[in-house]
């Protein structure tokens, strides 16, 4: 592929603001900060009720573990550099969200701000990018203010003695180096990336503007707020869902409005927001969209960069939102439940236990589709609570073939047109030409029926204009009819691919493939009723960063001239129902 071409299609998306600041900051270094005054003055009356810890138990006061990685410091020689490790691992390290761990000792987690601030001057690689000093500024505001009020030690500038509880000493030095950070920030915020990058600088300012007082506290507080009124109707559309169509970032970026809240709410006394109610009502709107897509099992659906253990769990979220907003999930419904998120494009059936999650929408923002797949018309289905039929999930931030993989049409549950890509994803975070929804809706008999049906122009640009229609249909009982109808003119090969969850077995009979759990009690069978050829070979699924599973991938294959179909049928097995 011409890498001119290639660039140039991607480059086109861009806003004009984009392009002039990446040009900017390819040419001018990063801008360092100013001297932090001499003089830090906390703002009174500023609380925050405690939030949730992500991070799953590291066995130790110094062991982090991050994407299924652990590495152990010894207390007085923690690594920052960690050049062994991914570059998304290092930053996990130097996001600091381990502050917020009731399990690790508060001495130790004091260690390590000091030790941080000993051993990451301002240029650091990793410690000093905009993202990861974002995350960084929110959670030793957070954790600052988790310890006592009024315990700021102004005496001290060397290490002196470390807290041993809560009610600790907060030290003079430790604030001097906030404020830097935060000065910096604010002189290096990303208008290239956009997205939740900018939205995490937003949240930063905010937390650093409440935290502090003064003119440059002021200031950080409006820019803060100016980014978050704005990108909250940027970047969460009217569905509720988030505009990066990823449930993973949608989880993040949804706690990160949580987290605002909990800080204004938590502060009334102190302070005055007009805004706080808007907000409020599009997080109430965010929250219920992801009560909406998440599966029987009460988790995420896989799209787009998503894995679990990154963002805390859907049940975390709610019960968070319920502590600091009053937040109530909605009332379960029975009997048959569907639902069209028109302007993210997931498109809900559920049944019970069934369900399936439909992808038929745009990849993402035009301007930063980096966490994009190739997963138009792409579906998850749950039978009986558990997940059969699954997205491939990610592996890694980094340029791998996991990573390729991951990004790819052949990873996901939709078709692959002449072995080529709906979109043209490329790097680890780029995408020149893209799929574009044609339409998609979902519509109802009165015998319990639900049909859903879609297209995208993904493949338009080959020859004959070829374009993917997909319907699945829902018997209001036990099976699920997919056709994936492919027009336009020429000959072509046409795969279906359907991605089995990695505790699945697969028995191929015929043109059936009878599916199993591990311990072999049979779950449902997928039939080929078109005339293609059918058979099963060896994926890969993601759940997790850093974990890779083997799993059956069903293929269908035909080839001839357009139009061409294919359909099969998902019926669960009698005895499950």
């Given amino acids: 592929m011409n890498r001119i071409l290639l660039y140039a299609r991607t480059l086109a998306y861009l806003k004009i603001s984009q392009l002039a600041y990446l040009f900017f900051r390819r040419v001018v270094p990063q801008i360092s900060f100013q001297h932090a005054r001499k003089q830090i003055v906390r703002r009174p009356n500023i609380a925050i009720k405690t939030s949730p810890s992500v991070l799953q138990s590291s066995g130790g006061d110094y062991r982090f573990v991050f994407l299924n990685q652990g590495v152990e410091f010894n207390e007085d020689q923690m690594d920052w550099v960690c050049r062994d490790r991914s570059k998304l691992w290092r930053y996990n390290l130097h996001y600091f969200d381990y502050l917020q761990d009731p399990r690790r000792s508060v001495e130790s987690r004091c260690n390590v701000i000091s030790d941080w601030i000993e051993q990451n001057p301002s240029g650091t690689p990793d410690a000093w990018e905009p993202y990861a000093a974002s995350l960084r500024i929110v959670n030793w505001v957070k954790f600052f203010l988790s310890l006592s009020q009024d315990s700021i030690d102004n005496r001290e500038e060397d290490k002196g003695t470390m807290p041993e509880s809560s009610s600790g000493v907060l030290k003079a030095e430790w604030l001097k180096n906030l404020y830097r950070q935060v000065l910096w920030l604010e002189r290096?915020?990303?208008?290239?990336?956009?997205?939740?990058?900018?939205?995490?600088?937003?949240?930063?300012?905010?937390?650093?503007?409440?935290?502090?007082?003064?003119?440059?506290?002021?200031?950080?507080?409006?820019?803060?707020?100016?980014?978050?009124?704005?990108?909250?109707?940027?970047?969460?559309?009217?569905?509720?869902?988030?505009?990066?169509?990823?449930?993973?970032?949608?989880?993040?970026?949804?706690m990160d409005y949580v987290d605002v809240l909990n800080l204004m709410m938590s502060s009334r006394q102190a302070m005055v927001f007009p805004e706080m109610d808007h907000v409020r009502e599009k997080t109430v709107q965010a929250l219920n969209f992801l009560h909406d897509i998440c599966l029987p099992d009460g988790d995420i659906p896989l799209y787009n960069d998503s894995a679990f253990k990154i963002a805390l769990s859907p049940s975390r979220i709610f019960e968070y939102a319920r502590e600091v907003m009053g937040y109530h999930v909605p009332a379960p419904t029975a009997g048959l439940f569907s639902c069209a998120k028109r302007e993210s494009g997931y498109y809900v059936i559920r049944k019970g236990s069934d369900m399936v999650v439909i992808d038929c929408g745009p990849i993402g923002p035009a301007y930063n589709p980096a966490h994009a797949h190739c997963d138009t018309l792409s579906y998850e289905l749950s039978l009986n609570g558990r997940r059969i039929i699954v997205d491939s999930g990610v592996f890694d931030y980094e340029p791998s073939p996991q990573r390729a993989y991951a990004r790819s049409t052949k990873a996901h549950n939709t078709v692959v047109v002449d072995g080529q890509e709906q979109s043209e994803v490329w790097g680890v975070f780029r995408v020149a030409r893209r799929a574009n929804p044609l339409f998609a809706h979902l519509t109802h008999s009165g015998d319990g029926h639900v049909k859903f049906k879609g297209a995208h122009n993904g493949y338009a640009r080959l020859p004959g204009k070829v374009i993917h229609q997909r319907s699945i249909e829902f018997d209001g009982s036990s099976s699920w009819k997919v056709t994936d109808e492919v027009q336009g003119g020429g000959t072509h090969q046409i795969d279906s691919y359907v991605h089995l969850h990695s505790e699945c077995q697969a028995t191929q009979m015929g043109q059936t493939v009878r599916i199993s759990d591990k311990d072999g009690i049979a779950l449902l069978c997928i039939e080929n009723l078109g005339s293609g050829d059918m058979k099963v070979e060896q994926g890969w699924f993601f759940p997790e960063f850093g974990v890779a599973c083997n799993q059956s991938v069903i293929v269908l294959t035909r080839t001839g001239p357009l139009p061409l179909s294919l359909t099969y049928r998902i019926t669960k097995n009698s005895e499950s129902i």
């Fill in 188 to 254: 290096n915020i990303e208008y290239h990336f956009l997205a939740n990058h900018y939205l995490k600088n937003g949240v930063a300012l905010f937390f650093a503007g409440m935290f502090f007082e003064g003119r440059d506290a002021d200031r950080w507080l409006q820019k803060g707020l100016k980014i978050l009124r704005e990108e909250i109707d940027e970047q969460f559309l009217a569905d509720g869902g988030h505009f990066e169509r990823s449930p993973m970032y949608h989880s993040i970026s949804v």
